[in-house]
Structures are given as C-alpha cells and as structure tokens.
C-alpha cells in the first residue's frame, strides 16, 4: 500500500523559507553544464551504493510549474526543472527524491537525503539553515518508508 505524501507541504514550506534567507548569491540560476555535472556525480553516488548506473536524463521545460523526478524504470529516472527550480536547492531536492527511490515521497530518507546533497553542494551552513527551517516546520527525518 502506498502511503500518503503528507509531508510534502511542510517541506515545499520549510525549503522556501530556506530559500528565501540564502538570497541570490547562494542560489544564482545554474547553466546545463553545471546541472549535468551535479547529476553525473550523484549518479555516480548511487552507483557505489547500490552497484547499478542508473540512467538520469533532465529535461527543461520553458514554461511547466512543477519541478518533478520521475522513476520511468527500474533504473530510469528523468528529472524536470522549469526555470525557477534551475538551481542548486531545487536540484537537490529533485535529486534527494532520485537517491531515496520512488514510493518514499517526501518522508523519512527523502529528508535526510536532501539535508546530506545541500552539504554536499552548498556547504554545511547552507544544510544547517534547511535543517533548522525543517525542524521549525516539523518536518520528519526518521519513520519513513524504506
Ligand atoms: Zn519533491
């Protein structure tokens, strides 16, 4: 049975209060180079842990609101950012959802995932921010389906 995503209001709540305090130096518009570059590593993450390559292509819709990571396979993925999610944050985020698999939504390592990419690529100020601003939205790191 596939629980419900209820947590996903609190973390869209919390990552743009998140947002919003790193302003525009931390989170400038990122070209393609840089967002395959970014993508290729985390490939290459997942690749050591789980043994498989997995196969992430992005797609740049001009003018789609939502920011989406879509399992097409087993080990498909295609993510899609719209201009606005075209930053380091966003891609995060879309890539937490690619590290944890699909069914996890936005529960348990989703969250930890996402916490552990922001350190990763934006610094461990940066992760201290997003973590403190889920934890004023009470958003859940642990009880997550696996
Ligand atoms: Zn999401």
Redesign the pocket.
Known sequence: MRRRDSQ?KK?YLAEREAFDFLGLASCTPLEKPEIEKIVKAVVRTKKRKFGYLYQVTVAYPKNRNRAT?WFRGPREIRISLPPWSRNKLFLC??LA?FLSGPQIG?HGKFVSNYIQLVRRFMGPETAKLLKTSFKKFRVKTKGGIE
């Open positions: 996903r973390v990571c985020h879309e959802h936005h």
